[in-house]
């Protein structure tokens, strides 16, 4: 919210200095064209939050957690098991506000265009009205993100699921072998979310495999966001999958922001609440295991976070303030509010104020040398 303010009152500002660019007749075409198109990003500009993590670490369960526990229900399908099969994006659409589903077929693979390609052509997505007045339905909607479909390895192959085709042991499979694959290949979600609204954009996504498989996610989207929450599972520590995420997928996010508007948020701390130990002996635990988590990744401690996203969506759906509080969700938040708002707007300064700064610099340039020869003419009229 505070950063969507901030926003509208330079979106005034600019506009109040287009207005006086007109009155002084200091407008011309290209400034014009400038100021048209920093105020179009400022209107388009999102602020991106990315979930990543292995499958079955809680990523979906901590979005409905922080975002949709008003529902009163789990809205996006998070139980136990690969649940997100899918790289999801949740964002609100102003060009068509209607809430919807858009669904693009994994067989879109097979044809050498981008996915930001297919983003442009509406024809090739299945579209899924929601009804944001019924959480049921729109938990029905939902729960395609999770369908699979059976097919020979074979296929697979010639899709590029390359994971999808290999045993346990890392073999292949022989080539009339069925094999799971998701039956979508992305999924957008148009939801009226006051957050939402406001300019937040949060991307899911499913794990190794879908990252390995698209890489625009990894050399585009997740570069390009402004925070990242690595979320792993403090019943399993950093796995060898985990750390492949951290290694392959991160490591652009890391150098290009510093390690900044990076958490990691060590999921399912409930898993550590023993009723034969105390309060304090339970915090001692998940510290230590926050610890280890910090010193594997070479990140500084408080950049984790140990949190339980299913104890923080059952505190909200029931009230329980004090379930919320263990479940330290509100750290979570605390770092995101803190972190990734003064961070987006710093880069929405050096983007685009830099470019209005220059305008307005020559501008006053003109009006000083107008001023001068005013001036001189008042003095020669006082003579």
């Not at 790289?87 to 609100?92: A, D, G, H, Q, V």
């Not at 996203?309 to 509100?330: M, P, T, V, Y």
Request: with cysteine; glycine share 4%.
């Amino acid at each position: 919210q505070a950063f969507g303010e901030w926003r509208e009152q330079l979106v005034e500002s600019i506009k109040s200095f287009q207005t006086w660019l007109e009155k002084t007749g200091l407008d011309d075409t290209e400034q014009s064209l400038r100021i048209y198109e920093i105020l179009q990003t400022l209107k388009q500009d999102r602020l991106t939050l990315a979930f990543v993590g292995e499958f079955s670490r809680g990523k979906t369960e901590l979005i409905n957690s922080i975002f949709f526990s008003h529902f009163k229900t789990r809205l996006l399908p998070s139980q136990a098991g690969r649940t997100t099969m899918c790289p999801t994006e949740i964002f609100y659409d102003e060009d068509n506000p209607k809430p919807y589903l858009k669904l693009l077929a994994i067989e879109t693979r097979l044809d050498d265009i981008s996915l930001s390609d297919y983003r442009k052509d509406l024809k090739q997505w299945t579209h899924i009205q929601l009804d944001d007045s019924s959480a049921d339905s729109m938990v029905e909607s939902f729960s395609q993100i999770t369908q699979t479909k059976n097919v020979t390895v074979l296929e697979a192959r010639r899709l590029g699921l390359n994971d999808a085709i290999k045993d346990d042991e890392g073999n292949e499979k022989a080539k009339h072998e069925m094999v799971e694959i998701p039956v979508w290949r992305q999924a957008l979600i148009n939801f009226p979310h006051p957050f939402l609204e406001k300019g937040l954009s949060i991307l899911d996504t499913p794990g190794l495999n879908s990252l390995g498989n698209e890489p625009e996610l990894t050399i585009n989207m997740l570069p390009n966001a402004q925070a990242i929450v690595f979320v792993l599972s403090a019943d399993t520590g950093v796995t060898r999958s985990d750390l492949d995420i951290w290694q392959e997928h991160l490591r652009g996010f890391r150098r290009k922001n510093n390690k900044t508007g990076l958490i990691i948020a060590l999921n399912k701390i409930d898993t550590l609440w023993d009723d034969l130990k105390t309060e304090d002996e339970i915090s001692k635990i998940i510290q230590s295991q926050c610890d280890k988590t910090a010193k594997t990744l070479s990140v500084n401690q408080a950049q984790v976070i140990g949190v339980s996203a299913q104890k923080a969506l059952l505190a909200r759906i029931k009230g329980q303030q004090e379930l919320l509080e263990r479940s330290n969700l509100l750290a979570i938040e605390k770092i995101l509010a803190e972190d990734i708002i003064p961070k987006k707007e710093e880069l929405l300064k050096d983007t685009l104020l830099s470019d209005l700064r220059e305008i307005m610099l020559n501008d006053k340039q003109i009006m000083v040398e107008k001023f001068k020869a005013v001036k001189i003419r008042v003095d020669e009229l006082a003579s």
